[in-house]
Structure formats: C-alpha cells, structure tokens
C-alpha cells in the first residue's frame, strides 16, 4: 500500500502554464495534492480550487472522472453546455475532450480527479469562457 501525503500549493499568477488559468490580475488559487499513481499511466489527485479558480483547457487520452467532494465548481466541455459540480456529482470526461473545471464564482470547490495517461494542456479559459452556460448557477 502506497501513502502520498505530501501537498503543493499553487496560486494562479504564480502557477506553471499547465496546471492555472495563468490570471495575473486575480488571487485564484488551485491546491493540488501530488498524485498517486499506479505505474500504468493511472492517477488520483484531490483538488482544491478557490472561488473563481479553474484549469486551463486540457484533455486526457483515456479521460477523467471527478468526483466533488464540497462546495460547488464547474466543468465544460468546449463546445457543449456546462455541468455543475456538488458533492457527491461524479463525471466523466470523454478522451480527448478539451475540458476544464473549477470552483465558482462565489463558491470554492474539491474533487478528486481519476486520469489515465499523460494531460496535454491548452490555453487559458478566459471568463468569458468561464460563465458560458452557467449564467443562473450562482444565483441559487
């Protein structure tokens, strides 16, 4: 049995390319806890986004499941209509969907985040792109 209990924080501004939305005019941070893996390209991570905070849009050749654990965040698939994400919601992204998530605007979010393979990472979704099919969600 393997225990990862080491964690790494990353505020948005500061984050690399791949993990944020790369914002240097906001305080958006996204703690990612180091990832365990099972040698064969599978990955589980537990993901803390502030408010406002989101990846950038990115896709994964086998997909990914999120499970939310609290709060409530977002996740689009670019093109499609966004879902949102409460406790106890799973998903699943298909391959090769460009996607991205995060917490709301009002709302911080957790997840854990199952992956296979390696995450190819896109540009910054811009807030634009962030509110695209979430216009009622944080009036509830």
């Known amino acids: 049995m393997s225990v990862n209990r080491s964690a790494r924080v990353f505020?948005?501004?500061r984050c690399s390319a791949a993990a944020s939305s790369g914002s240097s005019a906001s305080?958006?941070?996204v703690w990612l806890r180091s990832a365990l893996g099972d040698g064969a390209g599978t990955t589980v991570g537990v993901v803390h986004f502030s408010p406002e905070a989101r990846t950038r849009w990115h896709r994964h050749p086998t997909g990914q499941f999120l499970y939310a654990i609290s709060g409530r965040g977002r996740v689009r698939t670019r093109g499609e209509a966004g879902l949102v994400l409460e406790?106890?919601?799973?998903i699943h992204v298909g391959p090769d969907e460009w996607h991205f998530h995060g917490g709301?605007?009002?709302a911080p979010m957790v997840h854990v985040a199952v992956t296979g393979g390696?995450?190819?990472?896109?540009?910054p979704v811009t807030d634009e792109e962030f509110d695209d099919g979430f216009a009622s969600f944080d009036a509830r």
């Open 118 to 123: 390696s995450v190819e990472w896109g540009e």
């Open 11 to 13: 505020a948005s501004h």
């Open 27 to 29: 305080n958006r941070e």
């Open 104 to 106: 709301s605007r009002a």
């Open 87 to 90: 406790p106890g919601d799973m």
